[in-house]
């Protein structure tokens, strides 16, 4: 069992930052792979971002490609996701996820946050 709480949404105007932290607790974090996802009203959860096991690899959606950065803290049980130029289009509920296989399909990670709201002013 793993737990994830994710932290730092919040209200930004376009062109702002946002640095989202994901705490994780429970099994060995540095087993699992770890992802972004994102969901916005009326909308179906789409992933954001992931990273591999060591967060050697990286991969992103091509929507923040270049803008956010996803990173992660074995030490710390951590997860990060920089986000950078955001846009009206970034607002959405965001998830920190695990998984035990390297997936962009949110039906394969098995743990989840309960998501942090970001909204992007115009």
């Known amino acids: 069992q793993v737990q994830l709480v994710e932290s730092g949404g919040g209200l930004v105007q376009v062109g702002g930052s946002l640095r989202l932290s994901c705490a994780a607790s429970g099994r060995t974090f540095r087993s699992f792979v770890m992802g972004w996802f994102r969901q916005a009203p009326g909308k179906e959860r789409e992933f954001v971002a992931r990273?591999?096991?060591?967060?050697?690899?990286?991969y992103y959606a091509d929507s923040v490609k270049g803008r956010f950065a996803i990173s992660r803290d074995n030490d710390k049980n951590m997860v990060y996701l920089q986000m950078n130029t955001l846009k009206p289009e970034d607002t959405a509920v965001y998830y920190c996820a695990a998984a035990t296989r390297i997936s962009d399909d949110p039906q394969f990670y098995d743990y989840w946050g309960q998501g942090t709201q970001v909204t992007v002013s115009s």
């Open positions: 990273i591999s096991w060591s967060g050697i690899s990286t």
